[in-house]
């Protein structure tokens, strides 16, 4: 826009001076997504429905009595675990118009496929972490007896996570590949933890010296078997017992084993962006051609697939609300 000149000023080039505009548009902050990492992926094939159903036997309990000679014990009948799921459709989309696409100074439709399709992994990871975090095994750290009883200083830590991995442990809950745990947990989870002497002690002490150490690198890493993951999309409820600050936040931490979460998508409907060129709706809703649309639509469902595999710890943190 030309700069307005006021009266007595000096004119020389005023009108010329419109400012330079960088055709190249900055980067967008945007969460990693972890949480679709540590699922079993599943597609429903072409006319399979949108319900989906995993099976498994239950555990059958170990045999500690002896068979009576030429008599046969009683039938064992194998109890069989249906986990279900329902896949829905989630999408967003914008309109902008023929002028915009021919003369703005951005590539708007560029830039909007970018930002869309960001928006749409996010979706996913997000729609996937609220599954994965409505687990039934919860652990409320220190003294919190609920959500709502979580207040300041009732913190992740190293006890904490002790007490989180036998159970884990206690319920037979089988390792990743890498023979770890996964955790998912919050930069400012991460914080404190860096913050515990027994884990800084471990770390000092035990870890490989060096620039993979994670008191060189900021980053967790392993620690008791458990491989942590840090992702701002990892859940924060302002829920927690309500002080002079407002209600505590909560953090929710999932520690988790391996085939916790199944995830479902449709192979004949697969995550897309969706283009429509200036008049491509027709003459009755766009009779001069003037109207395009960009979208994103995508097919998703989650479960848990095993409760046992997964411990979630509620508790607060020193960079939130306490």
Known sequence: MPISVRNGANALGATEDRGFWVKTMLSRTEPVLVHSRYTNKEFVPANGGMNVTWRRFSTISASTTALVEGTFPAETIPTVV????????YGQW?????????QAFDDIKAEGTKVLGETM???ADRLTRNVMNAGSTVQYAS?????????????LNAAELREAIATLKG?????????TYKAIIHPDTEQDLFNDSNIVNAFQYAANRGGSNPLATGVLGNYLGVDFVTTTNSAVTATGLSLGNGPTDVYLTILFGKDYTGEVGLSA???QIIY??????????????????LGYKFAHAAARLDESRCVRIEHSSSLGTE
């Not at 429509?276 to 649309?293: I, T």
């Open 82 to 89: 249906n986990v279900s799921a329902t896949v829905n459709q």
């Open 94 to 102: 914008f309109r902008s118009t023929d002028i915009t696409k021919s």
């Open 121 to 123: 992994a996010n979706s």
């Open 143 to 155: 003294t919190g007896g609920s959500r709502g009883g979580i207040a300041s200083g009732m913190r």
């Open 171 to 179: 319920n037979n809950a089988p390792k990743f590949d890498d023979n």
């Open 269 to 271: 409907m697969t995550s």
């Open 276 to 293: 429509h060129e200036p008049g491509s709706s027709g003459a009755l809703n766009d009779p001069l051609s003037q109207v395009w649309s």
